[in-house]
Nanobody, 121 residues
Framework: HLAESGGGVVQAGGSLRLSCAAPEPTFSSYAMGWFRQVPGKEREFVAGISWLGDSTDYVDSVKGRFTASRDNDKNTAWLQMASLKPEDTAVYYC????????????????WGQGTQVTVSS
């Protein structure tokens, strides 16, 4: 249901912007979450944005570097990532949860296919 784009390879200190497009006309009713996963580890919450876009939440390791945003008229959410570090390397996923956001991946209703972000040192 969700289509992600924007991953790639970047040097440490660089920036990337991930996009998440939703075909559903009810996109505006869903909180959006961004998660990441590395092999052998559980999927980790990174950032979230409320359905209205007036509230955001970030894991401590990305605060001040990542910014979640959305445009409900375009049915699209973004994750702007700056000052990237090698430890940010992972597959990044966007996800949608009806109405109220959460840091718990199991509570999300729809997922993107994932996009690889690789940060070289």
């Amino acid at each position: 249901h969700l289509a992600e784009s924007g991953g790639g390879v970047v040097q440490a200190g660089g920036s990337l912007r991930l996009s998440c497009a939703a075909p559903e006309p009810t996109f505006s009713s869903y909180a959006m979450g961004w998660f990441r996963q590395v092999p052998g580890k559980e999927r980790e919450f990174v950032a979230g944005i409320s359905w209205l876009g007036d509230s955001t939440d970030y894991v401590d390791s990305v605060k001040g570097r990542f910014t979640a945003s959305r445009d409900n008229d375009k049915n699209t959410a973004w994750l702007q990532m700056a000052s990237l570090k090698p430890e940010d390397t992972a597959v990044y996923y966007c996800a949608a949860k009806y109405f109220r956001g959460s840091r718990n991946a199991a509570e999300y209703d729809y997922w993107g296919q994932g996009t690889q972000v690789t940060v070289s040192s």
